[in-house]
């Protein structure tokens, strides 16, 4: 075993771990950013506890100043404010049925449905809501199911415009 290099009084530390332990000064350099590293980690957590407790104390400072703080009353009468309430009630229930209702009719267009057998050359046209089209079938307007085989295809025309 080698002798740690000694300059004056100053003990280079990769000489002594290399003495000791066998260690390289690449092995040394490293323990050293395996180190760094572990700090750099400590300390980011060290950073997010004290945002965290920070963020707690501000909301608790905040939230006794309003318990502190007059309540105005929002409405003067308890009639005109059961009366607001069920006028926007009402007015969320008939926006809610119009964006239901425009979403059924956007996708209910009648379209014309053209079936082609490739290997002889026979086509079959039938009317289907755009929305009962799939791949491989539809249900028409009368209410069969087609149903494709492996080489048919469909070709798809819009048969109304509203």
Do not use: H
């Amino acid at each position: 075993m080698s002798r740690p290099v000694c300059a004056g009084s100053v003990v280079r530390l990769d000489a002594v771990f290399s003495a000791a332990w066998g260690y390289t000064e690449r092995r040394v350099e490293s323990l050293w950013v395996v180190r760094s590293a572990m700090l750099k980690k400590i300390l980011l957590t060290l950073l997010v506890a004290g945002a965290v407790y920070l963020v707690i104390r501000f909301r608790q400072r905040r939230a006794r100043a309003f318990a502190e703080a007059p309540v105005y009353p929002v409405c003067s009468s308890d009639k005109r404010c059961r009366n607001a309430g069920l006028f926007l009630a009402a007015l969320m229930l008939l926006a809610f049925a119009g964006y239901v209702s425009y979403a059924w009719w956007a996708i209910r267009p009648v379209v014309s449905v053209r079936v082609i057998d490739p290997e002889t050359g026979k086509e079959a046209v039938y009317l289907a809501y755009e929305g009962d089209v799939d791949e491989r079938g539809f249900k028409t307007l009368d209410g069969r199911l087609v149903r494709l085989g492996n080489l048919e295809r469909i070709e798809i025309e819009a048969v109304d415009d509203r």
